[in-house]
């Protein structure tokens, strides 16, 4: 029962729309309706700049962690749930109940996941995130590269769950993203 509860609380936590909330407590400015049209941490760096951009960061990597962290805070002693629960929060906040379903792609809100399961790895994730961010100067290239090299990390150091989970949410982060593309050039 305990373990429900904790898929059910990662989903709202997860669910928090901080781009969102961020956007309109501060900036008065409701981030779906330009750029990229996402809640996310790239189209809030765009939207409200690098300060709001940091802080949806920081608050959806926070979130992630939090709601991954549930099955230990009630005192649930497998670590690899952290992971397993970790995904509710990914799914609330790809599809929030507090703006109709919609969302982003989750890939801080997956970061602060793996901050919960691994937090060296986490570190090592974030370095590389940001030293291709300064490569690039796209968060959203660093972003796409970044789950595919933590995806080939986990399965060198075979991190058999670790590598499942990555995968799976390859799959949803490649398939939003070509679905966003498809729908921003007409074709869906």
Known sequence: MILVLC??????????????VIGKLFYHTDIRKGGSHNIGTTNAYRMLGPVGGSI???????KGTLAASLPILFGIEHHWLVLIVGLAAVFGHTFSIYIRFKGG???ATSAGILLAYNPPFFVIAFAIWFSLILLTSMVSVASTLGMVLITAWSLVYHDWLLTTVACGLLVVFFDQTSGKLQTHQGRR
Request: aromatic residues 16%.
């Open 56 to 62: 949806v960061l920081v608050l959806d990597i926070l």
């Open 7 to 20: 898929f059910i609380l990662a989903y709202f936590i997860g669910a928090i729309p901080f781009g969102v």
């Open 105 to 107: 792609k989750a890939v």
